[in-house]
């Protein structure tokens, strides 16, 4: 199995400011990671796929990066609404998908 | 637009069964895989199965594999999960999701609210 591991556990920032969130695989899953991010009481939401595409609907303000084992979502200038927490998925070793722990975005 | 919606969850006891629907609406059910991804209270996101669009491939993840079935009813746009010999470690709230695209690449794009599954004695 794919060990997905994400850092920070939990990031606290202003908004405007950029954050960056870190997705570590535990072997290589080429570019086939997406990130989701998800709000208290409701579903994840697509943000990211293939680690660098934009799902339909989300802001430019999200962008993905990295392949191989190391990737990164980073906001560029957060929105009140982007407080919430993130998880990291893989597809590489289907069917065994996987997902990171979640980091916490929350507001300093 | 895309709507999702789950349905048949409860409270159940360990080794006892239950059946999850999800009602599809906004889009051409038949065109798409469909998912089953479940998060246990206050933890993280697990995949739980996958079916192809026309229900001829099927992929579970390991800890329900041999107790869960996935299903697809396209006449009626709706997707099932049959739960059997539940275990506490099952109590999870059950999303279902829709894949990214047509040969199942599992991304999921849509996502319903969930319905919650606790298993109590």
């Known amino acids: 199995e794919i060990v997905l591991t994400q850092s920070p556990a939990t990031l606290s920032l202003s908004p405007g400011e950029r954050a960056t969130l870190s997705c570590r695989a535990s072997q290589s899953v080429s570019s086939h990671l997406a990130w989701y991010q998800q709000k208290p009481g409701q579903a994840p939401r697509l943000l990211i796929y293939?680690?660098?595409n934009r799902a339909t609907g989300i802001p430019a303000r999200f962008s993905g990066s990295g392949s191989g084992t190391d990737f990164t979502l980073t906001i560029s200038s957060l929105e009140p609404e982007d407080f919430a927490v993130y998880y990291c998925q893989q597809r590489s070793d289907w069917p065994r998908i996987t997902f990171g722990q979640g980091t916490r975005l929350e507001i300093k | 637009q895309v709507q999702l919606v789950e349905s048949g969850g409860g409270v159940v006891q360990p080794g006892r069964s239950l059946r999850l629907s999800c009602a599809a609406s906004?889009?051409?059910?038949?065109?798409?895989?469909m998912h089953w991804v479940r998060q246990a209270p206050g933890k993280g996101l697990e995949w739980v199965a996958v079916?192809?669009?026309?229900?001829?491939?099927?992929h579970y993840a390991d800890s329900v594999k041999g107790r869960f079935t996935i299903s697809r009813d396209n006449s009626q746009n709706t997707l099932h999960l049959q739960m059997n010999t539940l275990r506490a470690e099952d109590t999870a709230m059950y999303f279902c999701a829709r894949d990214l695209s047509r040969a199942a690449r599992y991304y999921f794009d849509s996502w319903g609210q969930g319905t919650l599954v606790t298993g109590s004695s």
């Open positions: 906004g889009f051409t059910f038949n065109n798409y895989a």
């Open positions: 079916i192809s669009t026309d229900g001829s491939d099927k």
């Open positions: 293939d680690a660098s």
